[in-house]
C-alpha cells in the first residue's frame, strides 16, 4: 500500500511540474517575449508580423546533436524563406556563448557543404524565462537545460504544431518543413480547407473534410468529378 501511494504521488509531482510550466497548446497565443539575440534585439512574435515563424529550443551551446541541428537549419535557410517563415533558435546560455558558437558554425563544412552564415538569431534565454513561458524546460529530463522543443507558429500568432524531442536525438528538419507546408495547404477555408492524409508529401492528393460536391453543382459541372475521389465511405480525396 505504501509503494503504491509512493509511486502515484511521483506521478503527481510529475504532472504538476510539467504543467507548471504552462506549456502553450495548440490553437493558444504563442507567448510573447523581448530578448537579446545574435541578430540583435528581438520582441517575439510581433517582430514578424503575419509570416510563419519556427521556436526551436536546444539544451546548450557547442553540444554535438544541436551543432548538427542549426548547421541543418542554417542550410535549409533558403527553403523556410520561400515559405514565408521565420526560423528562432533559443538555448539558455548567454548571449556571448552564443556569439562564439554562431562563428564557429559558421566556419564549419557540414555534410560536404560548403560553410553558410546564420541569419536567424540565437536567443539568450540565461534567466530561463523563455523556456518556462514555453514549457521547454522538463525537470525529469533536467532542471537547467531545454528539451528539445519545436513550436510552429502561424501568421495569426498562435500555435499550429508542436514537437518535444529528447536532448540525445536530433529533430528531423525535413519533416518539419513537411509540416509548415502541410499547414499552410491546409490553411484554406470552405472547400478550399483540406486536411493532409498520412505520410502526405507535396504535390500528394489531399483529403477534404466533407462531401467534395452537391447534385447541382456536378449536374452545372460534369467535370467535376473527375477532381476528387473516395476510398471506402468517408474518405474523399482531391486530386493534386
Not at 50 to 65: E, N
Not at 135 to 163: C, Q, W
Not at 194 to 219: H, I, R, S
Amino acid at each position: 500500500m505504501k509503494t503504491r501511494l509512493l509511486v502515484l504521488l511521483s506521478i503527481l509531482l510529475i504532472a504538476g511540474n510539467l504543467w507548471s510550466q504552462n506549456i502553450p497548446l495548440i490553437g493558444e497565443n504563442a507567448p510573447s517575449f523581448t530578448a537579446q539575440t545574435t541578430a540583435g534585439d528581438l520582441n517575439f512574435p510581433s517582430d514578424y508580423g503575419t509570416k510563419w515563424k519556427i521556436l526551436f529550443s536546444h539544451p546548450r551551446d557547442f553540444t554535438p546533436v544541436c551543432s548538427s541541428e542549426v548547421l541543418t537549419l542554417s542550410q535549409m535557410q533558403a527553403d523556410f524563406d520561400k515559405l514565408d517563415t521565420k526560423i528562432v533558435v533559443i538555448s539558455t546560455d548567454d548571449l556571448q556563448k552564443h556569439i562564439l558558437w554562431k562563428k564557429a558554425l559558421e566556419e564549419t563544412s557540414y555534410k560536404n557543404k560548403q560553410p553558410v552564415q546564420i541569419n536567424f538569431p540565437i536567443v539568450d534565454d540565461s534567466k530561463f524565462l523563455v523556456s518556462k513561458n514555453y514549457g521547454m524546460l522538463h525537470s525529469v529530463a533536467s532542471t537547467t537545460k531545454d528539451v528539445r522543443g519545436v513550436f510552429i507558429i502561424n501568421p495569426e500568432n498562435k500555435i499550429a504544431a508542436i514537437y518535444f524531442y529528447p536532448m540525445n536525438i536530433g529533430r528531423n528538419m525535413e519533416e518539419i518543413k513537411r509540416t509548415v507546408i502541410a499547414l499552410q495547404t491546409a490553411s484554406g477555408k470552405g472547400k478550399d480547407r483540406y486536411l493532409m492524409p498520412a505520410n502526405w508529401q507535396v504535390g500528394d492528393d489531399v483529403l477534404v473534410p466533407q462531401f467534395p460536391y452537391t447534385e447541382k453543382e456536378v449536374t452545372a459541372n460534369p467535370d467535376l468529378k473527375l477532381s476528387y475521389y473516395n476510398v471506402g465511405s468517408y474518405m474523399w480525396f482531391k486530386k493534386m
